[in-house]
């Protein structure tokens, strides 16, 4: 954190800094026998950066998707500003809380400036179908929409793709299309869903300044990722998830430091790790993989994880 993109100013109609915003408490999800998240509480409070990490299949995604009303929780509550969430998508963008995806979720024939248009919808008189079929509802509101997407596309650095359709850019470039139509709801919270993966590590730096200048804007921000650097460079606080469970939280150095999340997650950087080559020769793989994976990543029809949705 070395840049004054780190300042904690509050912008105007934001809640004072250290007002809890997102409060989970005791979030369970059951899919049958398997118990995916498991009593988890979380808090966010306005003005902060927290990070969920985790190993794969710990159930982050999983607690996303209860938080933003995918999945109804088998057990606990979720408050955002002290409401409880209501069990639908829309309503939940619509109540202040928006959030990109694990695997992209464009739509790839649309333009960029479409796409930030759709993600409107909330904050207009005029609905999804108005902006996808132009009617005149969605003419009159057009104007003002149009501005602040264009607003929101020169924040994230894509205003020169504005008519470019979203499936001609870049994968690091989607990932900050879906960031830039996330925030065109006007939310107060807004959840990332591994906002890095595939990225490479310039991408990866640009992005935590956007999270940076995200948070300086008013909007606090949970986001999950297996970046540590990134992770720990940016979270004021981390919470760790382990098998569905919340295994540890606190700031940085205090989850580097702790004995059960080197064990269950980060590991033990060793020198002479009889391990390194073959987990170089994964990272490497699991690389070209991401690289082939940006060739084809439309959106809209993304196949992913069962629960990525
Ligand atoms: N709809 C579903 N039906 C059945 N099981 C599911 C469903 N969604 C998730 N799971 C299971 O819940 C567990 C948690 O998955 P989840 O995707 O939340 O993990 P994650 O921490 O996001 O992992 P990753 O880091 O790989 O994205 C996994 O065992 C997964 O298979
Ligand atoms: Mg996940």
Redesign the pocket.
């Given at each position: 954190m070395t840049t004054d993109t780190t300042t904690k100013d509050t912008a105007p109609g934001a809640p004072a800094p250290g007002t809890t915003i997102l409060d989970a408490r005791g979030v369970t999800?059951r899919?049958?026998g398997?118990t995916?998240?498991n009593g988890v509480d979380l808090t966010v409070n306005s003005g902060e950066i927290v990070g969920l990490i985790?190993?794969?299949?710990?159930?982050?995604?999983?607690?996303?998707?209860c938080l933003t009303g995918l999945?109804i929780p088998t057990e606990g509550e979720v408050r955002y500003k002290g409401q409880v969430l209501p069990a639908k998508s829309f309503k939940v963008t619509a109540a202040g809380v928006a959030r990109t995806f694990?695997n992209i979720r464009l739509f790839a024939n649309m333009t960029v400036l479409e796409n930030v248009l759709v993600g409107r919808h909330t904050r207009t008189k005029e609905g999804f179908w108005s902006a996808v079929l132009r009617g005149p509802g969605f003419h009159r509101a057009e104007k003002a929409s149009r501005e602040r997407a264009l607003e929101l596309l020169e924040f994230v650095g894509l205003a020169p793709k504005a008519d470019h359709l979203a499936r001609n850019l870049p994968y690091g470039e989607q990932r900050k299309l879906e960031i830039a139509r996330a925030l065109a709801s006007e939310p107060g919270l807004l959840l990332l869903?591994?906002p890095t993966a595939g990225m490479n590590p310039q991408e990866t730096r640009a992005t935590e300044e956007l999270v940076f200048a995200i948070r300086d804007q008013g909007i606090a921000v949970l986001v999950?990722e297996?970046d540590m650097r990134f992770i720990f460079n940016l979270c004021d606080r981390v919470a760790v998830?382990v098998q569905?469970e919340k295994l540890v939280e606190g700031d940085s150095a205090t989850v580097q430091g702790d004995e059960r999340v080197v064990a269950a997650y980060l590991g033990e950087p060793l020198a002479d790790d009889p391990g390194a080559a073959e987990a170089a020769e994964v990272e490497a793989a699991e690389a070209a993989q991401a690289e082939a994976a940006r060739a084809d990543t439309t959106t809209d029809t993304a196949a992913g994880?069962?629960?990525?949705r």
């Open positions: 999800m899919f049958g398997l995916a998240v985790g190993p794969n299949g710990a159930g982050k995604t999983t607690f996303f998707n999945y694990q869903d591994e999950i297996h998830l569905g994880k069962e629960n990525d």
